[in-house]
């Protein structure tokens, strides 16, 4: 009786051993889930007035990020600096001279698009833009605070950007910009400045206008800057574009963000 009733409890614990074998070899076999992917948010640099010079072109160069370079067109260097860009695999854009408001009283850019201009006036300006600038993927307004308040004036310059297949920038120099709709009744690429970095020559200020650029990009998912060829704005961002959390940031060209 002894001996049937220690077959019993042998019995008993083969199964339990065999049911707990059973139930870690599935957890063991079972898939494990991929890890989920946070989306980043994405920022654009743009850096404004290139071509009056080499002084920083070691810059496109040395810098490990996408940087959009927006360059004056019929200055000295226009060419060099765009085809110097294009080796290092920067993005390049024409910073279009445009109409600013009292525009007398402005020491203006050559061949600056005027308001009052023809249509035929407008076009062989920018044909002779990109040929000043060549592997350009868009345009951004150099001043414009009336060229850009103006539909007709945008319009001739839109019109020539979607048949070239190129974006616009709006440097988003007036509350009284017209540029945002027009492009998207137009079905233009288009995309908009979100912070000037450098108004200030100092490096604390410009540091302050970066992360004020990724608080921008984290609220709304992504963000454009806007700063310029000078010694201490490269020097910030060759320091600062490092420390970036990489798991929450992506530094992309503004063609990664146009409509």
């Not at 850019?109 to 002779?128: A, F, Q, R, S």
């Not at 540091?207 to 990724?214: D, V």
């Not at 060209?253 to 146009?258: I, K, P, Y």
């Amino acid at each position: 009786m002894r001996k049937k009733k220690n077959n019993i409890w042998v019995i008993i614990l083969c199964c339990i051993v065999a049911v707990q074998f059973i139930f870690i070899f599935s957890l063991l076999k079972k898939e494990k889930k991929p890890p989920v992917k946070v989306k980043k948010v994405k920022i654009a640099i743009v850096l404004d007035d290139w071509g009056y010079n080499l002084n920083h072109v070691n810059f496109l160069r040395e810098v490990k990020y996408p940087i959009t370079i927006s360059v004056l067109p019929f200055l000295p260097y226009s060419r060099e600096i765009s085809e110097e860009a294009e080796k290092a695999n920067q993005e390049v854009i024409v910073h279009l001279p445009l109409e600013p408001q009292n525009w007398r009283k402005v020491n203006l850019e050559k061949n600056v698009i005027l308001t009052t201009m023809k249509k035929d006036e407008v076009l062989k300006i920018l044909d002779n833009s990109f040929n000043s600038v060549p592997y350009a993927k868009g345009i951004s307004n150099h001043m414009g605070s009336k060229a850009t308040e103006d539909k007709k004036i945008m319009g001739v310059i839109f019109a020539e950007l979607k048949k070239r297949k190129l974006y616009f920038l709006d440097s988003f120099v007036t509350p009284k910009t017209v540029c945002k709709e027009l492009a998207r009744s137009m079905n233009v690429k288009f995309a908009q400045r979100s912070i000037f970095l450098d108004n200030e020559a100092d490096s604390e200020y410009i540091n302050g206008q970066l992360m004020a650029l990724l608080d921008h990009a984290s609220k709304y998912g992504e963000a454009i800057g806007i700063g310029h060829d000078r010694i201490l704005t490269l020097k910030v961002l060759k320091e600062f574009l490092p420390k970036i959390n990489k798991n929450k940031y992506e530094v992309v060209f503004v063609s990664d963000l146009v409509r």
